[in-house]
T-cell receptor, first 109, second 114 residues
């Protein structure tokens, strides 16, 4: 079966750095997405990786290793507004999106 | 404001009743999707439409139906609601039905079936 694993919850301090991991086992791979979802709101797109390596976008970076079935989202200079759930999703060989359950990130002052 | 509008925002429904969740987009995206989101689970695809006039079944289609009469609208109907359909429903759209396309989501419809 297809599976996306992420930690359920993480806590970090304002101003610090946090890394949210995602491991996947899917039938084929056509890219990996990260979305942010604030409580009670819709998911919004953060990043897309299809090749190995690091993609940097401001305070957020996303890394992919296809051989390890692994990605992480790195958030720097954490702000209170970064408190949200972070969803990892993989596009499989049929171009179907397989979603992880999400990681709830709690930022403390 | 460009985006996706879902209605209703929230609804409590008696089991056995029929319910239609509405979804309208103004971005002229050709692909649209309905997902449900339940605590502890990833988003699960119910139905999708790659273009107006066509629809397809997702991961959890049973008990739901959709139609796509035009580009903008993609309603989701529960013919006879059951308590297991209590969930938050998200409509989404993308520029293409295949490929690595970014999804734009509506704000969600919270449905409670009693």
């Amino acid at each position: 079966g297809q599976n996306i694993d992420q930690p359920t919850e993480m806590t970090a301090t304002e101003g610090a750095i946090v890394q949210i991991n995602c491991t996947y086992q899917t039938s084929g791979f056509n890219g990996l997405f990260w979305y942010q979802q604030h409580a009670g709101e819709a998911p919004t797109f953060l990043s897309y990786n299809v090749l190995d390596g690091l993609e940097e976008k401001g305070r957020f970076s996303s890394f992919l290793s296809r051989s390890k079935g692994y990605s992480y989202l790195l958030l720097k200079e954490l702000q209170m507004k970064d408190s949200a759930s972070y969803l990892c999703a993989v596009l499989d060989s049929n171009y179907q999106l397989i979603w992880g359950a999400g990681t709830k990130l709690i930022i403390k002052p | 404001i460009a985006g996706i509008t879902q209605a209703p925002t929230s609804q409590i429904l008696a089991a056995g009743r029929r319910m239609t969740l509405r979804c309208t987009q103004d971005m002229r995206h050709n692909a649209m999707y309905w997902y449900r989101q339940d605590l502890g689970l990833g988003l699960r695809l119910i139905h999708y439409s790659n273009t107006a006039g066509t629809t397809g079944k997702g991961e959890v289609p049973d008990g739901y139906s959709v139609s796509r009469a035009n580009t903008d609208d993609f309603p989701l109907t529960l013919a006879s609601a059951v308590p297991s359909q209590t969930s938050v429903y998200f409509c989404a759209s993308s520029d293409q039905g295949r490929g690595a396309n970014v999804l734009t989501f509506g704000a969600g419809s919270r449905l409670t079936v009693l």
